[in-house]
């Protein structure tokens, strides 16, 4: 089945720098998501984007599609302590099946 | 308070011993899905719901059952827990379909001798 696939795999920065994750898939879809995860515990959505949808903001969350390239990219700015956990990407097929289907994630450590 | 809840978050269980682990939702959700999580592959759906009476297998549906009998519940069962299904396991719910916002469990962690 398809995947998104994240890079890079894991990501170390300072506080007050940027992180920008990436997310590659393989069919045509009708949405992406990224969710957050604290080290074991349950994903958190942050951030839908529709196929037709070319950025979208939520506070110091950026989130691009490239649908041409098949690729969506998170940027989170000024980071800090609290953002260190794992992020995900999630897309449906695209095809008409409600299957989602999750990447393996980036770890984000952001030191003080 | 609008939540999934998971029951147990932890089990220790044999090779053979019949086990379920109970999904629940308070947000009239139509959409239910399992997903376990292992070490460097990410999270992979095991199975989905689309409504009552309405179940259709994800990408590693193989050792587990799955029921819709009520909106709310989605209880994941495992007939003949093996060691390879050791793992983390989550619940989801969302209000229409696999393309929409989905709300996590806290998760259940399974440990199969």
């Known amino acids: 089945s398809q995947q998104g696939e994240e890079d890079p795999q894991a990501l170390s920065i300072q506080e007050g720098e940027n992180a920008t994750m990436n997310c590659s898939y393989k069919t045509s879809i009708n949405n992406l998501q990224w969710y957050r995860q604290n080290s074991g515990r349950g994903l958190v959505h942050l951030i839908l984007i529709r196929s037709n949808e070319r950025e979208k903001h939520s506070g110091r969350l950026r989130v691009t599609l490239d649908t041409s390239k098949k690729s969506s990219s998170l940027l989170i700015t000024a980071s800090r302590a609290a953002d260190t956990a794992s992020y995900f990407c999630?897309?449906?097929?695209?095809?008409?099946?409600?299957?989602?289907?999750f990447g393996k994630g980036t770890k984000l450590t952001v030191n003080p | 308070e609008a939540q999934v809840t998971q029951n147990p978050r932890y089990l220790i269980t044999v090779t053979g011993k019949k086990l379920t682990v109970t999904c629940s939702q308070n947000?009239?959700?139509?959409?239910m899905s399992w997903y376990r999580q292992d070490p460097g592959l990410g999270l992979r759906q095991i199975y989905y719901s689309m409504n009552v009476e309405v179940t259709d297998k994800g990408d590693v549906p193989e050792g587990y059952k799955v029921s819709r009998k009520e909106k709310r519940n989605f209880p994941l069962i495992l007939e003949s827990p093996s060691p390879n299904q050791t793992s983390l396991y989550f619940c989801?719910?969302?209000?229409?379909?696999?393309?929409?916002?989905?709300?996590f469990g806290p998760g259940t962690r399974l440990l199969v001798l």
């Open positions: 999630a897309t449906d097929d695209g095809g008409g099946s409600e299957k989602l289907v």
């Open positions: 947000m009239n959700h139509e959409y």
């Open positions: 989801a719910s969302s209000l229409w379909g696999g393309a929409e916002t989905q709300y």
